[in-house]
């Protein structure tokens, strides 16, 4: 099976291209922290323009349920104005049929970016009026979101029934890097995990057990597993319908070659975190606190790992990066894996926008637009966004 790349995709001058993108960013003060997703989707919209393209994009931001003003993809449209030099006309109520009439004006002098896709409850079901719909603005499909990919949703597969279908740049070179550090990683293959979306990431690191040497957690997502070992967490951000699958996972990790660790030592603070900072062992966490970063022996414990691994993932902040006292972890790690000799990979927004010093990036290996995409594509090695792309040889 052959992905279909923009290489295939012939005359489009004067066409519209229909492109997901995945500008789910995360937004501080309605500013953008971290500009990288749209970034990376340059290249794709720059060789569709240059090819004489029209443009209508779509993304998600954040999970709004129904019309949220405060997910809107405002600040987006602006930045895309400011990266591209080009007008960009964001449409409100894209999923009315009226809408339609708009885009096929706007379009000829604009670029077009649809306000937050999932805005529409038809783009998370996947309805089949709603992706037709969708496709009726255009003449081809590109998916650039990689990050998204992981999704069944409307914008990712459903439209790929009504509309020849391709791969964006990014989307080709995610493949492209991901495919390569699992085909045969440099041992040990090292696996950081932390941030706060515990359900789709525990699924992933259950499998990924078989491929790594050592998983090394952080995170609400470490929170967690300290509550199904049967420690007090207190306050913490725990997701406790996820506890029975923490435990599941531990008890696989005893038939597997791989560790799982967990922080050692936390930094807490009461649920409004006035009181200042503590560091206290995982074991004697009070009550009435919440765990908010890894401590600095865990720090140390995971800067030895990252030494001597041969490969590393890391997806996830290993704290409440958002509030400065709670970064420290985050930043540590990054700081050993910028210093590492290893093949390192790191992914994911909030990660992306945990980033606090731009230099380090320029150390590491791959640097994903996915998150828990990028995981699930490690662990099975393609997603159900990349399989409606691939075709069998025939032409398209
Ligand atoms: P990514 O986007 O990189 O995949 P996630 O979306 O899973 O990461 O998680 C990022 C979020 O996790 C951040 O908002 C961060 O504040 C939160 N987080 C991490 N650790 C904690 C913690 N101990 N308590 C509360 N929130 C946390
Ligand atoms: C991400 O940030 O991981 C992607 O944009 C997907 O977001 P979602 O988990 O809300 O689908
Ligand atoms: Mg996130």
Redesign the pocket.
Known sequence: MKLRTLKDLKNISGKTVFLTA?F?ISLENGHIGNDTRIVETLPTINYLKKRGATIIIASHLG?PRGYDAAFSLKPVAHKLRELTKTDVKLIDNFWEKKALDVISREKQKNIILLENIRFFEGEEKNDRNFSKHLASMADFFVNDAF??SH?VHSSIVGITEFLPSYAGLLMEMEIHMLSKAISSPKRPLLLIIGGA?TPEKISVIERLLNIADTVALGGAIANTFLAAWGFGTGRSLVDYEMVEMARVVFWKTTRKHCALLLPTDVVISDMERKAKPKVVPYTHVPHNVAIYDIGPKTQSHYRELIKEAGTIIWNGPMGLYEDPRFRKGTDTLLESLASSSAFTIIG??DTLTSISKAKYLEKIGHVSSG???MLAYLEKGTLPGIEVLLSNGENT
């Open positions: 995945d789910n999970r990050g998204t999704r979306k994911g927004g998150g828990s995409a």
